[in-house]
Structure formats: structure tokens, C-alpha cells
């Protein structure tokens, strides 16, 4: 993932809470949710150009009436990140003779 930096994933991290808030409340109608909704998945596969599963799995729970209590978007994005860094850690060892 050549695209990913601190500032991208700081901005999906604000929408993925911002999108829990909004689910957990139920401030605005299902409608404005759908659409926050959209707008998270739209921001996740722009900054990591690719669609996962994990990722279709969490916006089809997201939409479900009544399991909107968990805070799917805020795990994944943090789940993303913490992958992403580990992946950025690993070293290749050689064994030289």
C-alpha cells in the first residue's frame, strides 16, 4: 500500500468515529446514515485501492436495523492501521554463510 500515511488514516479514523457516533445515537435519519456510510467505504477504498471482504462483511452489518451499536468502522480503521504498520515492520532476514 504505497498510498498510506499518517494523514489519510488519521482522516478515516475521524469519519470512522464520526460515522459510529452517528450510527450509535441515531441523531439523523436512516437515510443521512446510509449516505455517512457510503462515504466511509468510498474513503477506505480510495485510500487503500482495493476491496476486501472484511470490508463488504462490515458495511453489510453496518446497514443491518439494530447492530448499529457496535462500532464496526472505528475496529476496522484501527484493525487497517495496526496491519499496516506491522506490515511496514517486517524485515526480510538473510542468513549469509
Same mark, same amino acid.
Given at each position: /500500500?504505497?498510498?498510506? +500515511? $499518517? ?11 464520526? +460515522? ?10 436512516? !437515510? &443521512? $446514515?446510509? &449516505? ?12 487503500? =485501492? =482495493? ?8 458495511? !453489510?452489518?453496518?446497514?443491518?436495523p ?13 484493525? /487497517?492501521?495496526?496491519? %499496516?504498520? %506491522?506490515r511496514? +515492520? =517486517?524485515r526480510?532476514?538473510?542468513?549469509? $554463510?
Amino acid at each position: /500500500m504505497s498510498s498510506f +500515511n $499518517e494523514t489519510k488514516i488519521l482522516v478515516l479514523i475521524l469519519l470512522a468515529v464520526t +460515522n459510529d457516533i452517528v450510527d450509535f445515537t441515531g441523531i439523523f435519519s436512516p !437515510f &443521512i $446514515e446510509f &449516505i455517512l456510510d457510503l462515504a466511509t467505504v468510498t474513503a477506505f477504498l480510495l485510500v487503500y =485501492r =482495493r476491496l476486501s471482504i472484511l470490508l463488504a462483511v462490515i458495511a !453489510f452489518l453496518d446497514v443491518l436495523p439494530g447492530v448499529d451499536y457496535i462500532p464496526f468502522w472505528t475496529l476496522y480503521t484501527f484493525y /487497517m492501521y495496526f496491519t %499496516e504498520m %506491522e506490515r511496514k +515492520n =517486517r524485515r526480510i532476514k538473510i542468513k549469509v $554463510e
